[in-house]
């Protein structure tokens, strides 16, 4: 249960960032109210997982999915770079998550 809360709460963490991107590009109340439950739904999932999961565990994890998430939600919607390195870089990030839950 606790690995489950945690992948939701860094997918919460990627919709976040989305919003923060809406509203630099329109300003709303309701993309404001958006954001603001999107990175509450992150912290409390990211709360309910380190009741099972190590807190540096949990935390960097929950880095590394906003991380992966948001560059790759950047390259895929937004027309970021789309180099070689930087997916070897994120595919670095991703095994060391899936290193940490082998030990964990």
């Known amino acids: 249960m606790s690995w489950i809360a945690l992948v939701v709460a860094g ?23 958006l954001m603001i439950l999107t990175f509450a739904g992150s912290f409390s ?26 560059t790759l939600v950047g390259m895929l919607m937004y027309g970021e770079a789309k180099s070689g390195l930087r997916i070897l870089f994120i595919a670095m990030i991703i095994a060391s998550a899936i290193g940490l839950k082998l030990i964990a």
Not at 11 to 33: A, D
Not at 49 to 55: H, L, T
Not at 59 to 67: K, L, M, P, Q, R
């Open 11 to 33: 997918g919460f963490e990627v919709v976040g960032v989305i919003m923060m991107n809406r509203i630099v590009r329109h300003k709303s109340l309701l993309n404001y109210l």
């Open 45 to 70: 999932c990211l709360t309910i997982a380190m009741n099972g999961i190590p807190m540096g565990t949990a935390y960097a994890i929950w880095t590394g999915i906003g991380t992966v998430g948001g």
